[in-house]
């Protein structure tokens, strides 16, 4: 072609690429749009689905703290008392329902602790009557075996060779590693198998960053801060990434996320599958911390950051949070 046409046509083209990129940016403010109008960063914003999600969370938190090995006497007590007023107020206006019971048995199931190590906690121990008087019905009262589940090795490993429901419904995040280095051959073949994870237009964007070294695996986990009280019993970190580069249109802003996501849990799966523990950290960062894990990571700009999965080999004998689920009529919907 002759060169005076390649540079006109190029000039052309100029223009469609600076709007494309203009488009992409109204794509992103809607997004940030519809983030700010229904999430619960708002703070003042009120409603029954923001209480529920805020029990969830702060139940999660304090059977996380349950389930470690070495578990504080007397921890977590600020979230306690922020659980007792969320659900005073939970109940007050939307009544006791499926929620209030389960943050009530968590709250029962921390005052048990703590009374077994003789710490004596008579205050919450008032809130909790008080709050349970208030389930009148009495409804739930049996739905929900506890905070903390406690599991044998041999359980695991007698359900990985059955169906997949039960392969599932055995998988849980472990705060607990036994203290030996992990098969790497095994890594290897989960990572293979979750290669099988479908992708858009087979694009397969995922990558995986494995992270050996002590001091890696700490500065890591110190930067996620989601590991308090289990980090140094992690033997292996990976990293799942998802490369930018396979995606060029404004539709697809947010695919490397979907792509990365489904990738990731059958990670999870596959590594459970070779019998090796994991805990998925969400690495859902604001922008400072962002950069600061890339660069302890060493992982290029181009990639965005998915999960963290803590793995090893699994212990004899451990405790993993209950992490009751939603009801199925609150998530499945019929059009």
Known sequence: MNPLISILIENIKLPFRYLKLALVVTDYFYDFLRYFNYSKTIETRKSKEINIAKILELCHSIEKGLVLKNTKIGFGQSKINRLINLLEKHIYQYGFDYYSHLALKVLSDYIEFNRTNNLEVDFFQKNLERLNS??????????????????NRCEIMNSLNKSFPDLVKSRHSIRDFCHK???????NNAISLAQRTPSSCNRQSARVHVFKEKTDKLKLLELQRGA????????????????????????????????????????????????????????????????????????????????????????????????????????????
């Open 181 to 187: 280095d992990v098969d790497i051959e095994k890594i």
């Open 228 to 335: 308090s009280g289990f980090a140094e019993e992690i033997p292996l970190l990976l990293v799942v990434t998802t490369d930018l580069s396979c995606w060029d249109n404004r539709n697809e802003r947010n695919q490397g996320f979907i792509d990365g996501g489904m990738f990731s849990m059958s990670l999870i799966y596959a590594l459970h599958s070779y019998g090796l523990a994991t805990c998925p950290l969400n690495l859902a960062f604001e922008k400072e911390r962002d950069i600061s894990f890339r660069v302890a990571a060493k992982i290029p700009d181009s990639e965005s950051l998915i999960v963290m999965i803590a793995t090893g080999e699994i212990p004899e004998s451990f405790k993993v949070a209950q992490s009751q689920r939603r009801r199925l009529e609150e998530i499945i919907f019929f059009h």
């Open 134 to 151: 208030l389930d009148s019905g009495k409804k739930y009262i049996d739905f929900y075996r506890g905070a903390v589940l406690t599991i």
